[in-house]
């Protein structure tokens, strides 16, 4: 089955700031590959995918890259703000078409005023 | 527009309980899931349904049993609680598999 590791585990950066989190899957007949943003206490919501297809998607000050060859996906954010803070996780469908989502560790996110 | 409701938000179980969590969503998506979120383990999959009528085993599966009776409803249900089920359990829905997962607002479960 699919493995996602996800790295670092933990990023402090200064608002302002570029924040950079990497993810590697070993699968590679996976297709897509989320991005979800867990604040404390609340539900994962999605911030931006990516498919098999696309080299690079962009949203604002969010952007991510995925480098098939490679196997793997990397989340950018620009201009870090404080609200930017939060547990940031991505994943991997491993290729099946039932939505099989594998998910990474977590990075934890801190943004310093 | 509710989305996806979970029901209990919390419980404390007795080990050797039968607990159900229940997920409705409203959305008319035809997917499913059920993930448990523990610490340091991000998010993992227990059982997902594609369609009515259809479940599947995820990563996690033992200890738990899912049913799809119809689309907008997807309860979870641990025969004989363990301690080892403490979590937070999340439920998710997506028009299909491959589409956007969203996701309820999670069952934190200790189990004692």
């Known amino acids: 089955g699919e493995n996602v590791e996800q790295h670092p585990s933990t990023l402090s950066v200064q608002e302002g700031d570029s924040a950079v989190i990497k993810c590697t899957y070993s699968d590679s007949a996976s297709n897509y590959f989320p991005w979800y943003k867990q604040e404390l206490g609340k539900r994962p919501q999605l911030i931006i995918d990516?498919?098999?297809?696309?080299g690079e998607k962009k949203d604002q000050r969010i952007a991510v890259t995925l480098n098939k060859t490679a196997k793997h996906f990397s989340l950018h954010i620009t201009e870090t703000q404080p609200e930017d803070s939060a547990v940031y996780f991505c994943a991997g469908d491993g290729g099946t078409s039932y939505g099989k989502l594998t998910f990474g560790q977590g990075t934890i996110l801190t943004v310093h005023p | 527009i509710a989305g996806i409701t979970q029901a209990p938000t919390s419980q404390i179980l007795a080990a050797g309980r039968r607990m159900t969590l229940r997920c409705t969503q409203d959305?008319?998506?035809?997917?499913m899931y059920w993930y448990r979120q523990d610490l340091g383990l991000g998010l993992r999959l227990i059982h997902y349904?594609?369609?009515?009528?259809?479940?599947g085993k995820g990563e996690v599966p033992d200890g738990y049993s899912v049913s799809r009776a119809n689309t907008d409803d997807f309860p979870l249900t641990l025969a004989s609680a363990v301690p080892s089920q403490t979590s937070v359990y999340f439920c998710?829905?997506?028009?299909?598999?491959?589409?956007?997962?969203?996701f309820g607002a999670g069952t934190r479960l200790s189990v004692l």
């Open positions: 990516i498919r098999s297809n696309v």
């Open positions: 349904s594609n369609t009515a009528g259809t479940t």
């Open positions: 959305m008319r998506h035809n997917a």
């Open positions: 998710a829905s997506s028009a299909g598999g491959g589409d956007i997962q969203y």
